[in-house]
């Protein structure tokens, strides 16, 4: 994973997060939108996004993943640690490991 | 609000609270006055001066401001995970966080013993960085954060047996550095402020030597700490991030 900084994210956000709430086991479907929205929220291209896309092609750096994992810990429950989020390289290597995380 | 966001004047959240830890103490009873002054509702950790913190909390209501005590033995791992959701479920979600809580267990480093060398970077250090990963969770969802952590003029300069006081100060400014640069993009500011000689328990029965070696000629007073706490915590301290303000009549100029 790239550990640089990259530029700005262009977030808009000023949600705060509130009491974690565990929901019934998303589908697969659930976290891909959760992970696309989130990375768009985030600041990557809307274009750009497709399961397939690296997050080093959506600028997508070590920050913006670790409160992709924040956000997922909120909305699912399911606590991602640091060496989970470093072998991640694709959007769908996201989406596959959260669903797993999320039905066990 | 975008990081990109100057607007001027900048804005801070509505909701939330500072949390002072070792509140009970001179610097921070005087932080936590400050920044109730500001507006904050704060939450004044302390170890073990109970009285005292209670006394700062009626200083701050008295004056029209919100304020809880709220005790941790910082030295214990689990503890200031614990503080932080305690602080949250009094005051909400914390926005400005100053590390203060601090102790010394002096002696010369040939005789310094292992309790006494981890005891301090525990509370002096560890302690600081396991509230800023709690913390720095709920202030990057929200684009705006304030992270202060005290330090000393002895992380930066030296003081005869003071190695264990001294290796955490000077740990809590790299610290302080490296989580600045992590985090400066999304309006979270972390920043230290490293006091001289000030008037204060810890000092007590040692200044009268020490003042003719200060510029100033004089020990610094908590309240004159508390006020560069107060701008670093500030919605105008924006773009201050990764520094040290030196608080010490002109010691290490």
């Not at chain 1, 696309?36 to 913006?64: H, I, K, Q, R, Y």
Request: proline share 5%.
């Amino acid at each position: 994973m790239n550990h640089q900084l990259f530029p700005a994210a262009r977030s808009t956000n000023h949600r705060t997060p509130g009491e974690t709430t565990t929901v019934s086991t998303p589908t697969r479907e659930d976290v891909e939108t959760l992970v696309l929205s989130s990375l768009e929220e985030l600041g990557a291209e809307s274009d750009a996004l497709n399961p397939t896309a690296t997050f080093e092609d959506l600028d997508v750096d070590s920050l913006d993943l670790a409160e992709l994992s924040q956000i997922v810990e909120e909305q699912y429950g399911v606590k991602l640690q640091g060496e989970d989020v470093a072998k991640l390289r694709t959007v769908e290597d996201a989406v596959n490991l959260i669903t797993e995380r999320a039905a066990q | 609000m975008s990081p990109k966001d100057t607007s001027w004047p900048p804005t801070r959240p509505e909701d939330g609270c500072a949390l002072v830890t070792g509140g009970s103490g001179a610097i921070g009873a005087a932080t936590v006055k400050a920044l109730a002054a500001d507006g904050w509702p704060v939450v004044v950790h302390y170890g073990r001066g109970a009285e005292r913190a209670q006394a700062v909390v009626a200083a701050v209501e008295q004056a029209g401001g919100t304020a809880v005590a709220v005790a941790a033995d910082l030295a214990d791992p689990a503890a200031p995970e614990q503080l932080l959701a305690d602080a949250v479920a009094a005051l909400g979600p914390v926005r400005v966080l100053v590390n203060n809580a601090g102790i010394t267990r002096d002696n010369l480093a040939m005789q310094l013993t292992d309790d006494e060398w981890q005891s301090v970077i525990d509370v002096d250090l560890t302690a600081a960085f396991r509230l800023i990963r709690p913390a720095l969770k709920t202030m990057i969802r929200a684009r705006w954060g304030r992270i202060v952590n005290v330090s000393s003029v002895i992380g930066l300069k030296t003081n005869p047996g003071q190695a264990n006081y001294a290796a955490a100060k000077a740990g809590l400014l790299g610290l302080t550095r490296s989580v600045a640069a992590e985090v400066a993009r999304r309006n979270v500011t972390v920043n230290a402020v490293a006091p001289g000689f000030v008037e204060s328990e810890m000092t007590e029965g040692i200044l009268e030597g020490l003042v003719d070696h200060i510029p100033a000629r004089r020990a610094g007073r908590p309240e004159e700490v508390a006020a560069t706490i107060r701008f670093l915590a500030s919605p105008e301290a924006s773009y201050v991030t990764g520094s040290t303000l030196v608080v010490d009549g002109g010691l290490g100029a």
